[in-house]
């Protein structure tokens, strides 16, 4: 590939490069990034992120035009440019999430420098993303989501924690609640499901569904609500070692803790009984708008992943089991 000018000034570019002359590219990546930070308040992994795609991209430029660019330059790109740069990214071997992630990336960068510097972004705009199929839910065998519910008390030696863990996990996979539904209940919740035999889950954009438990998750619930040192409404369900509610990252360090005690595979998490919930009731026959309902998708093509799932999961049989499939 030729080589070029790292500065190609064009009448778009001449006056964000005139306004801001001698300001590199590196130095508009550390700018944006204390904006990202500062104004914005992004997460800090997100500004890590956005400052290694950012990186990347400056250095192709630096390969792909002879010099490290300035903002004249980043101002004269074409779409060309950027289409290289992402097929770079493709001959790494960069899925193709992580490349839609990095144009991401790049585009609000651009929105910076616009609003900024004037740089203006046509180039981005005439590069579209790349389609990405979201991979499909990867569900636990049933043996499997039961060994979870049945055994995962085996994991602790207070008997207060085997009841949380019992029911916690339990009516993670018999009602395909997200982690956070589940640790967003209180004591009360607990309470009305002895009379309404559902809970009032709320859910993603504070949405909020009625889900039924089965008699062995209330069971389950009513067992460590036993042990529960709060009996107050507003206290919540599932508590952490200092009294306060269940933290996320220790819920799935219990399941990851028994996984390995158990054999059971590295995607045993969490959020793989709520997929096991939801593909072992479309085996067993329910309709996908139930399972919709049930899950709180809002789209019905999100529920639609697991038909994928269970198609999978027939050719895999017959893989394995017909006589000429070998």
């Known amino acids: 590939m030729a080589r070029r000018s790292a500065t190609r000034p064009t009448a778009q570019a001449a006056a964000p490069a005139m306004a801001t002359a001698g300001l590199t590219g590196e130095a508009a990546r550390a700018a944006f990034l204390a904006w990202l930070e500062q104004e914005k308040q992004a997460a800090a992994n997100t500004a890590e992120a956005y400052g290694h795609a950012l990186a990347g991209f400056l250095g192709f430029l630096t390969r792909h035009l002879g010099a490290p660019p300035d903002l004249a330059a980043l101002a004269a790109l074409s779409a060309a440019d950027v289409r290289a740069w992402l097929a770079q990214l493709s001959n790494e071997g960069l899925a193709a999430a992580s490349r839609a992630q990095h144009l991401s990336a790049l585009r609000t960068f651009f929105r910076y420098l616009n609003r900024r510097y004037g740089v203006d972004s046509t180039a981005l705009r005439l590069v579209a993303t790349a389609r990405v199929r979201p991979p499909l839910p990867r569900a636990l065998t049933v043996d499997q989501a039961r060994d979870v519910t049945d055994h995962i008390r085996d994991i602790a030696d207070d008997s207060a924690l085997q009841a949380r863990d019992t029911a916690f996990f339990s009516l993670l996979y018999g009602s395909g609640l997200r982690i956070a539904e589940a640790l967003g209940l209180d004591v009360r919740d607990a309470v009305a ?59 799935q360090k219990v399941l990851r803790d028994y996984r390995r005690l158990a054999g059971l595979p590295e995607h045993a998490t969490p959020h793989a009984l709520r997929h096991s919930f939801a593909t072992h009731l479309l085996a067993n026959g329910s309709d996908l708008r139930s399972i919709q309902d049930l899950l709180g998708h809002a789209s019905l093509s999100t529920t639609q992943r697991y038909t994928a799932v269970d198609d999978a999961s027939l050719l895999a049989v017959w893989r394995k089991t017909h006589p000429a499939a070998g």
């Open 193 to 251: 499901l002895r009379r309404d035999l559902t809970l009032t889950v709320t859910g993603k954009g504070s949405k909020t569904r009625m889900v039924p438990v089965l008699p062995a998750v209330r069971d389950a619930i009513e067992a460590w609500l036993k042990h529960h040192p709060s009996q107050q409404p507003d206290s919540p369900l599932f508590l952490g070692a200092k009294g306060k509610r269940l933290d996320p990252a220790v819920a």
